[in-house]
């Protein structure tokens, strides 16, 4: 165990080497830049796989921590010394009532709604981002969210001792803006959606120099989703998934999943196989699915309309890389409605106790829709994302839940109110009959 992890010390500076523009190969420092000089296309992390196969094992990822630090070879840091608030490792449930609900075999779910410290998979993007933004010099933090990635910005930052302000869209979810401000963060909510967000924390960080997770950070804190990848093959025995559904807002988490597949064959960790990627929108932000249906191969912005306000990009970054993954894998990018939404969160509630937020309704709602449709093999292995606690929108859901049964301290009522809850769950079964 010990020579394990001498190992994995000595590889996690040797595998990461540079930034590369994905579209014309331009190559640059690892230095705080996430778009190319040349062609303005995205930059991302180059790895010497070479060393990883020489220095990397199933024995020394299993020596590391019990968080997304136990994969640091493939992740863009230097220091031995991460942040690690224990991020990661979380859950891959085997949803048996579910599946046996959709009429599948073999499904999962790898539950990010209890990941640590905020409850959705943003935790494991901005513990490498903060941990890459402080060996670059960056004293003052920052990002553009939808909620779940202020969430975690603010607490990581808090437990580094790093300065931090986030921006937000004026409108979102109580939860998510409590679950910012207990950290005490500077908030800035910006009347406005997301997209619109976004710019004006590029025009921030352009005259202000703050390190943005997802702006001059990007290509590091994107690297981060790649450990749901990697998880979820160690957990099911070091194997690939036949399918993965996953929720899309920007298309990175999508297109990481990917690629941490793909290391993971590379390195010799795992051996190859098909997987089938299949992506989830809400229809109320759709432009990834919409430019799936009508086969084209850019996307149109769209202006966000949906309770699914965590998923809510219109302009999404990486889409036309999700397209890709889609369209190569022989997945699909499908679209579901608000209504879905609601009861694709409820489903996962009542049969796997699960209580997800929006992003997952949508996720389970297309799980729900690609079964129903026929397009899952009921013995594929199917993994599905959940990415986010319902406890930050519930919001979406007042309304279409039931309500506690106030009785009296007496049997009596007791016994009537039991009665009457009968009656109502027979009546419910009589309207789904129908």
Partial sequence: MTQALDRLKQSSTAAFTKLQCKECGAEYEPTAQHVCEFCFGPVEVKYDYDVLRRTVSRETIQA?????????????????????VGTGMTPLVEARRLARHLGLKKLY???????????SFKDRVVSVALTRARELGFSTVSCASTGNLANSTAAIAAHAGLDCCVFIPADLEAGKVLG???????VMAVKGNYDQVNRLCSEVANTHGWGFVNIN???????????????????????????????LASGSLFSKIYKGFREFVEVGLVSDKHVTFSGAQAEGCSPIAQAYR??????????PN????????????????ALDIARNTNGSIESVNDTEIVEGIKLLAET????????????????????????????????????????????????????????????????????????LNRLEWQQVLV
Avoid: C
């Avoid at 994969?71 to 991460?82: E, H, K, M, S």
């Avoid at 539950?111 to 905020?118: E, F, I, L």
């Avoid at 290509?219 to 996953?246: C, H, M, N």
């Avoid at 199917?382 to 606690?389: E, L, M, Q, R």
């Fill in 294 to 303: 009508e086969g084209r191969d850019f996307i149109t912005p769209v202006k």
């Fill in 180 to 186: 910012t401000l207990i950290y005490n963060p500077t």
């Fill in 64 to 84: 590391g921590p019990n968080s997304v630090w136990r994969y640091r070879p493939f992740l863009p840091v230097t220091t031995d010394t991460p942040i690690d």
């Fill in 352 to 423: 796997e106790g699960i209580f997800t937020e929006t992003a997952g309704g949508t996720t389970i709602a297309t799980l729900k829709k690609l079964a129903d449709a026929g397009k899952i093999d009921p013995d594929e292995v199917t993994v599905a994302y959940i990415t986010g606690n319902g406890l930050k929108t519930q919001e979406a859901v007042q309304g279409y839940i039931g309500e506690p049964l106030t009785i009296e301290p007496q049997l009596d009522s007791f016994e009537r109110a039991l009665e009457r809850s009968h009656t």
């Fill in 217 to 247: 950070l990007r290509p590091y804190y994107s690297e981060g989703s790649k450990t749901l990848g990697f998880e979820v093959a160690e957990q099911l025995g070091w194997q690939l998934p036949d399918r993965i559904v996953a929720p």
């Fill in 109 to 119: 779910i790898k539950n990010d709604a209890v990941n640590m410290p905020t409850l």
């Fill in 306 to 321: 949906t309770i699914a306000k965590s998923i809510a990009i219109g302009n999404p970054a990486d889409g036309v890389y």
